[in-house]
């Protein structure tokens, strides 16, 4: 029953930006905590950014400043909108629901220099 599918990946230039989706079915995402993570080649899956239901966020140091995680409630959509891209942020980028532990499928993004 619950499902979710990211999208929004792609090659994008240092310094560019992009923006992910999560699209959720399954549970209303707006009462669970949901996060990104990502993985690179080689690489542990690391966490990226947090969104608990009252809308506290919380980022990984990594990303500070750069990224936004945010939903829309009403599409029931998680989003990650990522800025000033470098290329050490190139990986696979997974959306993550709290509650049970699951993952969708992930998106690719790569950064070139």
């Known amino acids: 029953q619950v499902q979710l599918v990211e999208s929004g990946g792609g090659l994008v230039q240092a310094g560019g930006s992009l923006r992910l989706s999560c699209a959720a079915s399954g549970f209303i995402l707006s009462i669970n905590i949901m996060g990104w993570y990502r993985q690179a080649p080689g690489k542990g899956r690391e966490w990226v950014a947090q969104?608990?239901?009252?809308?506290?966020?919380a980022y990984a140091d990594s990303v500070k400043g750069r990224f936004t995680i945010s939903r829309d409630n009403t599409k029931n959509t998680l989003y990650l909108q990522m800025s000033s891209l470098k290329p050490e942020d190139t990986a696979v980028y997974y959306c993550h629901l709290y509650l049970g532990n699951y993952w969708g499928q992930g998106t690719q993004v790569t950064v070139s220099s």
């Open positions: 969104i608990t239901p009252a809308g506290d966020t």
